[in-house]
């Protein structure tokens, strides 16, 4: 029975200590707290105005980090709009979450047809197979229709 009473009052405390550092750091977040985009591993962090802080702890609620795809048109505006701003030094306890933008590499432009290939059909490539290239011929003229009689 004391055992009872003394595991609520501690599970009673723990959940009042918990409530307010994670109001704490609630208060904290919104008063100085920063944004972190990642873009492929390399992470850089930016201050928010106290309005767009406030508006990203409403987008960041659930989750801690998103990434960019998912966020709706309003938000990617506000992120745009924080990532203008410059870069600042980060601190873990004060991210209010994390942007993920995966940037993929450009295409590389196709290569053009070559304009020499072996007889067996391949690329010339080797000194071996430089023996047997083979020019494509080019398209034969269209052929010229006869003119009207007369």
């Given at each position: 029975?004391?055992?009872?009473?003394?595991?609520?009052?501690?599970?009673?405390?723990?959940?009042?200590?918990?409530?307010?550092?994670?109001?704490?750091?609630?208060?904290?977040?919104?008063?100085?707290?920063?944004?972190?985009?990642?873009?492929?591993?390399?992470?850089?962090?930016?201050?928010?105005?106290?309005?767009?802080r406030?508006?990203?702890?409403?987008?960041?609620?659930?989750?801690?980090?998103?990434?960019?795809g998912?966020?709706?048109?309003?938000?990617?505006?506000?992120?745009?709009?924080?990532?203008?701003?410059?870069?600042?030094?980060?601190?873990?306890?004060?991210?209010?979450?994390?942007?993920?933008?995966?940037?993929?590499?450009?295409?590389?432009?196709?290569?053009?047809?070559?304009?020499?290939?072996?007889?067996?059909?391949?690329?010339?490539?080797?000194?071996?197979?430089?023996?047997?290239?083979?020019?494509?011929?080019?398209?034969?003229?269209?052929a010229?229709?006869?003119?009207?009689?007369?």
């Open positions: 029975m004391v055992a009872d009473v003394f595991l609520r009052a501690y599970l009673a405390s723990a959940a009042k200590t918990r409530r307010e550092r994670m109001e704490r750091m609630l208060l904290a977040r919104l008063r100085r707290g920063i944004l972190c985009v990642e873009t492929n591993g390399l992470q850089r962090f930016f201050a928010p105005t106290v309005w767009q406030l508006y990203l702890l409403w987008v960041f609620r659930h989750f801690r980090r998103l990434p960019l998912v966020l709706s048109e309003s938000n990617r505006a506000c992120v745009e709009r924080v990532c203008n701003q410059p870069a600042v030094a980060g601190d873990p306890d004060l991210v209010m979450g994390v942007v993920e933008c995966e940037l993929t590499p450009l295409k590389k432009a196709p290569q053009p047809a070559p304009l020499f290939r072996t007889q067996s059909g391949g690329p010339v490539g080797t000194a071996a197979v430089r023996r047997q290239v083979v020019r494509i011929p080019a398209a034969p003229a269209p010229q229709s006869p003119g009207p009689d007369r």
